[in-house]
């Protein structure tokens, strides 16, 4: 410990000797150290800390799945069947997302809840904050209404007092005794605010096999793996198929951990943008070894009179090492405050279906990480120059200047910028891809017109009798589109481009399908008569909805020009008639073009047909079930803020007490469904304009440091002959030697990076892995950079005057 004191104490004497030195080193550390930190700090977050719950790694969700393969939500009936008969799990349970309207003094507020089934925090290994879970008499149809709120609500509306236990809580028009507080870590796939019995819900939902909105999650029994529980759920809804044909055949049973569930594929993004800037890091570990070399080669004599008077080699080592572990430290340190003041961008900037971001930041873990880091690269970048310069025998070194390991030096100094090119090279190409992704994504059409169109959610409460909810709806609308500056407006229960999903079986003739798994599925809509106009989309054939299509009139329907196409081919399909499961036969009125609605790219197998069905034929029993998903699509000339601000006092004017939220224009949903491509391009970007700054800096320290060090033998050339181009030239020619070489090692890890890229599902889109065009655009951004890299030293260097430079040796 003696001797690492006292090497500690002179490596920090002579680092101080030379500021100049130090400082550039510590920073080009920071910007490594600290950008690895930030995004450490996300991924640690969402894919490396466990969920905060008893035994994590024992919980699954527990999927239906269609004889496609996909993965669907189960009927609770389904659920409940395989909670009794599965023999895999120690615990199930089933929630439902449901969304809540709070009315107390002041603005109505909008809250997200979830129906629970008996169990759900017993499964999840949780305990209640406060207060119990549901009885068995309450979680009944017609039990007391109860309800368990989040610790943000408990804090928010009552204070995080005691005393909120038996208070109540307005939601959708009835009042709810609270009885309970459930901690805020509580993760299935989004903040859940306010949590109700499942069987108070409505009947609809939770009493028959074809209404799949129920997800179960389960406690493995110790030792059970996943596969033979997958075996066991699969066994269960095979009877099932035989007992419901009609509901459940064709379908069988798929689980995934929970983690996984919750995270899917954002944790490879996650991984590749560590493993990104892990490269700027090594980048600026070789720029800060190139520095560390050139200052050792200046320090080769005091290593030889030392080794001459008896040090040994290994202590020299030593000594140059901790050097380079106190500037990494340093630069640890100055990168820690550079993360802290970048998480809160970077979060800001990480897509919305990011899960389990809210914990990112400086925790033990990212501490713990950054200190192993700094250690990491201080020995990395430091160990070639010790073992270079130390290994110089004292006689070569005592030399006048010590010149004979100028060549050495110089060729470890150029693999250093080759290898920084190279890795450059990788970034750049990968941020070019996606960024050439975007630019194709942004010129798809995605079947409406995105602009001037606001989209957002009034809470009419769906405990309403279905006729009441129908004339609020056409009343709200009416309101609407009387205010000044509004061109159409009307509703839909579901928006393009936001991952929301309605499917639903139907066919075309009179004869139902013996399963209806295995029958077709569209995507359906119920939409208002002002739905197409305000989207601006375009009706190819028949004609729109009317006031006239209501509950008492003929069921009438208009499909997609994909759909018309598959099962009216070449015939007008207007008049035409087809079926959908549980709601009954409905004439096809008209046909309009199709929309993209998974995201612009659609590259992913998905339902494409398109049916819409008029909002005000929703029947009654559904009326109370859909009114929650409805959104009011305005198209407008006024700017958001104004329109919100009408709206609200068109709505609050007429005397409702109904929160207004989701609130987005379409532009920026079209925006946000590119957000899985331009999240990781605005990174990567910053990567390689960084990882390129640090480049260029490599490749002119270089050729400063050559014309440094060869000065005498310039002004030989020039007094020789050579002209003034000539050592111009010859410098130039020598920069760009090194750039093409790391280029053309590059190109195939670049290559590599693309298949990367193009193995996550809708990351890449119009480009291919090996597009020439980014690859010549990389290359050239990189020549460019070290030609003007080399400008600098190359000048000087033709300016020498041959007597001066023979005078300075």
Known sequence: MERLWRDLKYGIRTLAKSPGFTIIAVLTLALGIGANTAIFSVVNSVVLAPLPYRQPDQLVIVWAKNPAGRYIAPSYPDFQDWQRDTHSFQEMAAFNSHAYDVTHPGVPEHLDGCQISPGFFRTLGVNLVMGRDFSSEENRAGGAPVAIISEHVWKNHFTGSAAALGKTITMDGASYTVIGVAPSTIDIGGTIDVYTPVLQGNPLTVSDRRTHAFVPVARLKPGTSIAQAEADAAAVEKKLGELYPKFDQGLSAGIVPLKEALVGDVSGMLLMLLGSVGVVLLIACANVASLLLARSAAREREFAIRSALGAQRFRLIGQMVTESVLLSLAGGGLGLLLAKWGVRPLLAAVPGDVPRTINAGLNPAV?????????????LFGLLPALKSSGVHPQTALKAGGRGAIGTHHRIHGSLVVIQTALTLVLLVGAGLLLRTIRHLGNVNPGFDTHQLVAFKVGISPAQPPENLRIADRQLIERIQKIPGVESADLTTLVPLTGMHNEVPFWVGPDEPKSLAEAPRALTFSVGPDYFRTMGIPLLQGRSFTPADTVQSEQVAIIDSRLADKYFPGQNAVGKTFSVARVGQFRIIGVVGHVKHWGL????????????????????EWMPVMQPSTTVLVRTRLDERSLLDAVRKTVYGAGNEQPIYGVK?????????????????????????????????????????????????????????????????MLIARGLKLNLAGIAIGISSALLLARVLSSFSNLLYGVGVNDPLTLIAASSVLTLTAILACYVPARRAAMVAPTEALRQE
């Open 367 to 379: 501490l713990l990480f950054t200190f192993a880091v700094s250690i990491a690269v201080g020995i």
């Open 665 to 729: 224009t379409m532009q920026e949903t079209v925006s946000a469904s590119m957000a899985t491509q331009s999240f990781p391009m605005v990174l990567l970007m910053a990567f390689a304009g960084l990882a390129l700054v640090l480049a260029t800096v490599g490749i002119y320290g270089l050729l400063a440091y050559f014309v440094q060090r060869r000065t005498q033998e310039i002004g030989i050339r020039m007094a020789l002959g050579a002209q003034r181009q000539d050592v111009f030239r």
């Open 601 to 620: 790219g659609e590259l992913t197998p998905t339902t494409q047909m398109q049916v819409y069905g008029c909002f005000y034929q929703i029947n009654d």
